[in-house]
Every structure is written in C-alpha cells, then in structure tokens.
C-alpha cells in the first residue's frame, strides 16, 4: 500500500499568492505564489510523507463542461496578472524537479485529481487530496481523504476530510455534498443551481431525499413551499448544474502520479531554477547541506558577477588567495587586536605605494587597495549607540585578499582605525555604515571625524539601485549577485522574543559569521558601483547621499532635549479632556460601553442609535475614521468620539510615549532612516519626531517640550514655502506658473483667479483654500472624486474645476502627462538628480492598482527632488557650521524643516548660513523662500 498525494496547483498557488504580501526579485518578477506554495507543499508533505505527488493544473481552454454550457465560469474574474506570471514558473519548476504535471485538454485538473485518486483508492492506496476547493469533497471515502488548507488569525492550518468530518459539516455524506451542489449551485464556476436554496436548505433536502432525482419525484413533499416551486420551476437548471459539478473519474490516458525520491528537489537544475528566480528561502530549504558544490558556484558566479580591480598594465587580478578558498575553520578562527591594526597599516601602506606609482602619469591611483569594514555589535531601539564587540575587514588589493576578525575594545583599535577612515583617496567599503560611525565619533568626542572620500556603503547604494525593496541585507547581495546563500541575521539570532543578540553567541560563531558577511562585501563592491554608474547615479551617491550618512550620524549622536515635566503636564491635561469627551459620549448614547471596542461602539452606533452603516463583516462594524467623518452631520456623538480618539493617541503615543523615549542625558536619540522610503524622503523612528501632529493646536503643544540643551542656546527653525509647488513651476516650465513665484504673488491666490475668473484682489479666504487643495492635489494626481470629498462638492463640480486649472496652466498639465508616458516606457520615475523609483504598478491589469502607478509616476519626480534638495540642503548648512568653527549644531530634519540648536552669539551668522545655503540649494526657474523663526523651544521656533 502507497500514500499518494494529489495536489490542485491552481487553487494552492491561489491561496499562496494572497496569503503572503507582495514579492518581487531584482527583476521585478513577482514570487509571493511561488513561495507560498512550497511552503505549504512540504509542510503538507511532512505531515503524510507520501510515496507518490501528483499536482494538477487547468489549461487555458474550454473543457467538456463548456461545450454543455457555453457561460460555465463565465462570470469569474481574470486571474490577477501577478498570479498570471507565476503560474508557468510554478510548473517549471516541479517539471524541473522531475514531478508529472497533470494537465489534459478538455478536462480540468478537478478531473484529473478524481480519476487518479480513485484509481489508486480501488488498489487500497491511501490517497490525500490537498486543495482550498470544496468541490472535491465529493470524492472523499475511506481511502480517499481532503486536505483543506485554512487561515484563521494570521495562521494556516489544514482542515482534514473524512466522510464522517464531511457529514459532520454539512450534514451529509461526500455523494450527498455533490447532490447539495446541484441545488446550491455555484457561483465562482457559474453554476447555475436553484433560486433562492442555500447551502442549510440544499443540506436539508438532500438529508430527506437522498439525492436530486429523488427529491425531483418527490418534488411536492419538499420543504419549504419556496424551494418546492423553485425546483420545480428550474428543474432543468438543477439537473444541468449536478452535471457540471460531478468530477469525471474516468479520465482515458490520465497521467499519472510520479514517485518520489530524496534528490528530487536537491538536483542540481531545480537549484539553480530557484537560484535564477532568486527564491532564496526555498534555496536554503532544498540545498544540500555540505558546502562544497555551493563554494564551488560562488566562486564562479562571484568570477562572472564581480568587476575584476584592473591594474595598470589591465590584468585582472588573481584570485588564487581569494576569500572563496577559504576554509571552513579558517573562517571561525578569531584573529588578534594586533593583525587589525597591522591590516589598516598595509591598506595605507599599499595606497600610499600605488599613488606614488601612479603620479608620474595622470596624477591619479591607477591600482586602489580596498578596505573593506564590518563591524559586530548590538543595536537596542530607543539607544543613542550600539555595544560594539569586534570588526572584521578585509584588504583586497591587485593579488591578494586578506581577511581578518577581532573582538576587544574599540578604543585600542582607533588610532590605526582613525588613519585608515580619514585617509582621503583609499577606498573604505562599508554596509549600514551610520551606526559604526556614531560608535567611533563616540570613541572619540574631542576630535572632529570626517570620513574622507571615497567610502561606498553597500545598503544605502542598494537602496538606490531599487528604492522600493524596504529592506537591504548583506545574504541579499550575496543571494543577488554572487548566487551564494549565506545564513541571514534572523537564521543566526532568531526573531521576536526567542532573538539573541551577538554577544550571546559563541567567539567562533561570530567570527564565522562576519568573516563570511564581509567577504561578501569585498566581492559584490565592483558590480554595484558598476550598475550605480551605469544607471547614472555616481553623483546621486557621492555628492548627497554619502555626506549625508555623516551629517545624520552627527544629529543622532546630538539629539534633542526633551522635558519629562512638560510631557507630564500635557499628559495630565489629555487625560481631563478625555474623561469630559468620555463622559459626554456616555451620556449622548445613554450607557457606558468600552470605547475603544470596536465592536461595542458599532453596536451602540448603528444599531442603538440608528446611524447608517456600511456592510456589517463577521467582525462586526466599520468605525474606521473615514467611516466617521462621513457621520459628522448625522449626530454629536461623532465629532466626540473623533475628538476623543486623537487626544487618546496624542496621549498615548506623544505625551507618554516621548517620555519613554528619554535616555540618560535627558535627550531624545531618534533614528533618521535612509533607505526606507520609494521617493528618497528621510523617515524617523524611535521615536518618530517628524510625526508629531502640528495640524491641530494640541499636537503642536507637544512641541513645548522639545528644548535647547542649556540657556546658552536657543531654537532657530527655517522651512522651503511650497517647495513642491515651485518645483513644479520649474520643472513643467509653465510660464504663468514660473511668472507668479518670480513676481512674489500668492500662487494658491493667483490660482483662485485664474480658474474662477474673478479679479486677484478679490478673492475671498475661502476660495483661495479651495484653491490650495487644489494645487497640492494636482501634485499628488488628485482625482476629481478625492477633489469633491475634500470641497464638498460634486464630484462634476471637481472635474470642471480640474479642467479649469490645466487650461489656465496648460504646461502643468502636459508635464504630468508625459511624467506617466515616460515612467511607462522607461519603468521608473526620476528626480531633477538622477534619483528612480521602479513603479511596476503602471504594468497592472488591475485598476486601481493602475491608477495608483498613474499618480506616483506624476508625483515621484516632483516630491524625490524636493528630498533631494532638502538633503543637499542639510549638507551644505552642516558643512558651513563646522567650517566657520561654530557651536550652533543641526539636530533635527522634519521634511522640509531644519531645526538648529544655535549658540545665542552665533544668530545672525547661522541666520545667513540657514538662508544661503538653502535657497542655494538648487538652481531652479522659480526662487526659493526660506522662512526662518526662532524660539525658547521648538513650539515657539515654528
């Protein structure tokens, strides 16, 4: 006897694809399906340890059930287009893996699963069928059980079907499940079934009668009356949708299962299928456990990957000594404090040699000895720094690569350290270099670190390369570009609250761990400087975002001060305020209820209260804010319950969450992210501070609490005036536009003027905020339906008024236009600075979806070259202060606000710095204007 397992490839890859959030590799081909399958193929597999699988697919044409009725499946919708190219993918590579696909013309995979299970059933084999497809449940009997996969808060389980788990269910046996289908019938696949029977209804006249015949001889005793007439009335439509729904078993020359064996997806070309897809988790699932072969293909790809370091002469360099012969044991053998200093000495001593090699010809270095530089320490969130517990660097040079790992105290190591960071001209490669840098200004506080050019952080460079990945990783480039698979972070520490830290580890684990990390570093960093020039973002990278790395490690290291008394104080006066809107929402529902209960105020709401709701889920009511807004007119208790939700948050979040927030120095560290959002715009975390709410006079009272380190300093805050605005005048080139900023005018004014035809002076307050939305829609590729809902007009009325603006600014609207044309042929948008963002959603069938890469298309050029100005800006002002010796410092960026904690006899010179150097940030059509203001806190300085 043998267990078989028979798998619907269709409906499983279904579930895998919108089980798992969206997936893409370094091309851009989506993975989530791909994975998601695997994944629930081997647990299942786990589970029955089969003998034989068989995985059944549809083919893209009709099947016998369509010649019997043309509109079988006519009403089912288009299998997204990021499923769509997965599918021959998934086939690929179980064919790879030497496993039969069974697929026939004019039988779908239903048909083939029928015919093979019950074939193997009557030889008493233990058939499991494995599909989220109820219709399947008609072949279930003693041999043959149904593996239903189901996910329930987060977690798949797998639902398991025998006859007795069939009739339990639905109250009668897997024969009777195919009876109820017919009087149910279906509408995914279009059946037409039985107006107004159910699946209780159909359950119970099966339960009575049997089956559909004998129900149909009985027709009169069939209850209720309704379903009675129904039946009678369609009893052709029952009769056709019981031969739609039965699973033809008799399938002639029905391929069969395949047998398995232990290499079957160990072999080396169903490897290198999920190399070439770059499906790394499956890789690390399915590849062998000894290292051998998989050195082997590291050293070839790396050989193929890597741009080899040229020398004079143009030979390539050897790579006889290189890292990829290095042993297993040689990699975790810690090396001594004293052979990392010995290694920073060689890398300034070989740079020095090939300079002076190099000054007879083009005053240039010829042959860069690079030093590669990763250091093993532990971050916590909310601290200022990590723990530092040892660094691993690499010297590669014209013929040899030496790698050495060190723990001990930083301290002991900076002096050869400090040389080899500041030494202008060696080459330093890094990944995530800002949390070493914080650690090493840190060392050292008396002295002014700068780290001279050139220096290349891999991450941040990744990150340009493709903006919207989210998340960077050093086993990602070695994954992407040396086709090698190394233990990730999480693998090594673990994740959630079983995580380790670093130190935890044994010596030899770290050792091995970074020793491998950084050799990775020295290989992958010729092939992505090379896509970096190639994709024309040399200067992207030199020129904004590496100063930038050392300008954010600056203002973290410094922070901010922040008053524990004041966040207190604001937290007591929330608390009052929430307690009299509680209250008030009491007495307004006429009883107490929990608040902050969904389900409880959705009760009370729209059931108690009467208000019109939206669709009731199984989770109860929507009481989403934009479900509430839509409220507001219709009872006083919603404008409570809103005011009640955002002082609660401003509490929580803000007044007691900053104080969390507080380390020892009575500063607030956060954490400024360069490479986390798809426009090139920093983000803040731990805590974020450029999310305080500033909307509402609340939110910006928490800005109270924010001060200047002692009385010797004060806050002078300065902000770019509608810089996306103008950005767009320059950029469109409309000359209404550019005449309007050059003139000084009021441009959401002039734009009430112009559209509504009515004279500059007399536009009224009212209209120029119409107008303001409409100007900061019109960036952001406002629809005329978001338009109506922000004026509270029609949504005619927004068209028109839409239409209006493009004819007065005719420039702006062909600007956009070719904005989407271009990020459609070219596949991305890009700033003013060369800077992309791939925006694969313009390729979607989908709509919506479509619409979405239509409006980021339109905005991204605009909002990524204002982040890059706002950087450009940063540099420069950070630059003026440490090269004029000032004490006044940059701490804190807030999208286009600076805020400098300036030394009161320093004003007017940071005054000047502050409004030269940003509205000389960039040289564009329309002038900047910078307003700048000052204060005893951040709350008075803006």
Known sequence: MSKILLVDGHSIANRAFYGLPPLTNSKGIHTNALLGFFNILMKVMEEVGPDELGVAFDLHEPTFRHLKYKEYKGTRSAMPEELLEQIPILMELLETAGIRLLTKAGFEADDLIGTEAKRHGRLKDEVYILSGDRDLLQLVDDEITMLLPKTQGGKTTTLVYHPAEVEQTYGVSPAGYLQMKA?????????????????????????TFGTLENALAHISEVKPPRASQNLKAYESDARLSLDLATICTEVEDCPEATKLTDEMFHQDAFINLLKTYELKSLLQK????????????????????????IGAEGEEMSLQSSLFDMPEEELS???????????????????????????????????????????????????????????????????????????????????????????????????????????????????????????????????LLNATKGKYSIDELSASYLGDFILTEDELLGTGVH?????????????????????????????????????????????IEAPLIQVLAGMELEGIRCDKATLDEISSFLQKEVG????????????????????????????????????????????????????????????????????????????????????????????????????????????NLQNIPIREEMGRQLRRAFLPKNEDYFFMDADYSQIELRLLAHMSGDENMIRAYQNGQDIHRLTASEVLHIPYDEVTSKQRSEAKAVNFGIVYGMSAFSLSGDLGITVQEATQYINHYFERFPMVKKYLDDSVKSAKERGYGVTLYGRRRNIEELKAKNFALRSFGERVAKNMPIQGTAADIIKIAMIKVDERLKREMLK??????????????TYRPEEAAVRAILEEEMTSAAALKVPFDVDVHTGENWYEAK
Not at 287 to 309: F, L
Not at 382 to 392: E, I, P, S, V, Y
Not at 503 to 522: C, F, H, I, P
Not at 888 to 901: G, P, R
């Open 499 to 543: 995580r380790q830290k670093f130190a935890d580890l044994t010596q030899e684990s770290r050792t091995g761990y970074l020793k491998k990390n950084v050799k990775v570093l020295s290989a992958c960093a010729d092939p992505i400087q090379k896509r970096i020039a190639d994709e024309d973002m040399q200067s992207l990278y030199n020129d």
């Open 888 to 901: 006044s410092k940059l701490i804190l960026q807030v999208h286009d606000e600076l805020l400098i904690e």
């Open 183 to 207: 009087l149910m019938g279906d509408s995914s696949d279009n059946i037409p079934g039985v107006p107004s029977i159910g699946e209780k209804t159909a359950s119970k006249i099966i339960q």
């Open 333 to 463: 053998s810690p090396d001594r404090a004293e052979d990392l200093k010995a290694l920073f000495e060689e890398a300034l001593r070989l740079y020095d040699a090939a300079a002076g090699e190099a000054s007879g010809e083009a005053d240039e270095v010829k042959v860069v000895p690079m030093l590669c530089l990763l250091p093993c320490m532990d971050v916590e969130p909310n601290q200022m720094m990590g723990t530092f517990l040892g660094l691993a660097a690499v010297l590669k040079t014209k013929n040899d690569t030496r790698c050495v790992y060190a723990e001990g105290d930083l301290a002991e190591l900076l002096p050869e350290l400090l040389k080899a960071l500041q030494a202008e001209g060696l080459r330093k490669v890094f990944f995530d270099l800002k949390p070493f840098l914080k650690l090493v200004k840190a060392a050292a506080p008396e002295a002014e670190i700068s780290l001279n050019p050139p220096y290349e952080d891999l991450m941040v460079e990744e990150y």
């Open 286 to 309: 399915f590849q062998k456990a000894d290292t051998a072969p998989r050195q082997a293909a590291v050293k070839s790809a790396g050989a193929e990957n890597r741009e080899s370091v």
């Open 580 to 687: 009299k809107l509680s209250d008030e929402i009491y007495e307004l529902a006429g009883e107490k209820f929990n608040l902050n209960s969904t389900k409880q105020l959705g009760e009370v709401l729209f059931e108690k209260l009467g208000l019109p709701a939206g669709k009731k889920t199984k989770s109860g009511y929507s009481t989403a804010a934009e479900v509430l807004e839509t409220l507001r007119g219709y009872h006083p208790i919603i404008g409570r319950i809103l005011s009640y939700r955002q002082l609660s948050k401003l509490d929580s979040t803000y007044a007691k969450g900053l104080v969390a927030c507080i380390q020892a120095d009575g500063k607030i560290h956060c954490t400024f992210q360069q490479t986390v959002t798809a426009t090139g715009r920093l983000s803040c975390v731990d805590p």
